[in-house]
């Protein structure tokens, strides 16, 4: 069974930083971020295939990199300059597709709230 367990989210003040991790039991081919900020549908942060490329979410920003080590089987999600409206539960998925949907398994999900 694919399991996916995500780290790393928290509180911060608007403009400051977190890296979010997630390990996978298995080698993935496309890993990816959601978040679900309250109130509205869970939405594509961006994706990553094992070669490195990205596909963004529909907003996307450069204040948020997706990285990821093959090796390690892990996927990050570096947030810089955060914002009130980032605040969301961030959840990891895997997949075999390289498509904007999202992959067949999903992290327990971290959150992030960011507020002064």
């Known amino acids: 069974q694919v399991q996916l367990v995500e780290s790393g989210g928290g509180s911060v003040q608007p403009g400051e930083s977190l890296r979010l991790s997630c390990v996978a039991s298995?080698?993935?081919?496309?890993m990816a971020w959601f978040r679900q900020a309250p109130g509205k549908q869970r939405e594509l942060v961006a994706k990553?295939?094992?070669?490195?490329?990205?596909i963004h979410g529909d907003s996307p920003t450069d204040r948020f990199i997706i990285s990821r080590d093959n090796a390690k089987k892990m996927v990050y999600l570096d947030m810089s300059s955060l914002k009130p409206e980032d605040t969301a539960v961030y959840y990891c998925?895997?997949?075999?597709?390289?498509?904007?949907?999202?992959?067949?398994?999903w992290g327990q999900g971290t959150q992030v709230t960011v507020s002064s």
């Open positions: 998925n895997g997949g075999s597709v390289f498509v904007r949907d999202p992959g067949p398994y």
């Open positions: 298995v080698n993935i081919y496309v």
């Open positions: 990553i295939n094992d070669a490195g490329l990205i």
